[in-house]
Nanobody
Framework: QVQLVESGGGLVQAGGSLRLSCAASGSTFSINAMGWYRQAPGKQRELVASISSGGSTNYADSVKGRGTISRENAKNKVYLQMNSLKPEDTAVYYC????????????WGQGTQVTVSS
């Protein structure tokens, strides 16, 4: 089992920045890729960014150039730095981890609210 706890959400004005953190605990040795997803009211959960155990990254088109995902494997943490925030970035942001030899286990954090005011 892997537990994920997010922090760093809050209210920020458009154009501002925010850094989300996610701390993993439990069977962290089994974690492969980690990522950030978000879900706005009335919308499906969508990928924001992901990072492999080797550091390869992937970003949604909507955040390319504004978001940076990073991880500290020694601390079992993953981060999402978001700059030039827009009101449409408002959502609950969830940390995600894939674990197991075939990434057959998927874990989610409880989510952290990010609200961007115009």
């Amino acid at each position: 089992q892997v537990q994920l706890v997010e922090s760093g959400g809050g209210l920020v004005q458009a154009g501002g920045s925010l850094r989300l953190s996610c701390a993993a605990s439990g069977s962290t040795f089994s974690i492969n890729a980690m990522g950030w997803y978000r879900q706005a009211p009335g919308k499906q959960r969508e990928l924001v960014a992901s990072i492999s155990s080797g550091g390869s990254t992937n970003y949604a088109d909507s955040v390319k150039g504004r978001g940076t995902i990073s991880r500290e494997n020694a601390k079992n943490k993953v981060y999402l730095q978001m700059n030039s925030l827009k009101p449409e970035d408002t959502a609950v942001y969830y940390c995600n981890a894939e674990a197991g030899y075939l990434a057959e286990y998927i874990y989610w954090g409880q989510g952290t609210q990010v609200t961007v005011s115009s």
